[in-house]
């Protein structure tokens, strides 16, 4: 049973800072209101588009990685940050469950990737237990 809610995928849309930077970037001031991302599925989107396409940091975007825009770097492959899906899961919840081992809630958003790629290959590297969390160490984006 999938259980992964709007709220969770938005992660990094949860502190003052990223709601700060999300509405700056969208128009909307979410640092006052950041409840309007619940309270508007037009706003729910907006910012689910913005987290996925926007690298925030040293963090590649979601985007980058799924098209293979992203390479980590020799300091991102020592803790295992290899292009997949499993990156993706340490960009938005790494901090929770990357690098701790096998994880219920990855194993069944693993699962749920899979059935929707309708035939085409999830590829490599879907996983994030072995991976350090969400601190990588440089982004190249070619």
């Known amino acids: 049973m999938l259980t992964f ?6 992660h990094g849309v949860n502190s003052n800072y990223n709601y700060g930077l999300a509405g700056r970037e969208l128009g909307l001031d979410l640092t006052n209101d950041p409840d309007l991302v619940g309270r508007d599925s037009v706003v729910a989107f907006k910012t689910a588009i913005w987290f996925w ?11 980058d990685v799924i098209i293979r825009a992203w390479k980590p770097c020799t300091f991102d492959e020592k803790p295992w940050r290899l292009p997949g899906y499993g990156v993706i899961t340490n960009i938005i919840t790494g901090r929770l469950e990357c690098g701790r081992g096998p994880d219920p809630r990855v194993e069944s958003r693993i699962e749920f990737y899979k059935r929707y790629c309708l035939g085409v290959s999830p590829g490599d590297d879907l996983d994030c237990s072995n991976q350090a969390p969400s601190y990588f160490n440089c982004t190249v984006i070619f």
């Open 5 to 10: 809610t709007l709220k969770e995928f938005l």
């Open 53 to 63: 396409m926007r690298a925030q940091g040293n963090k590649p975007s979601c985007h």
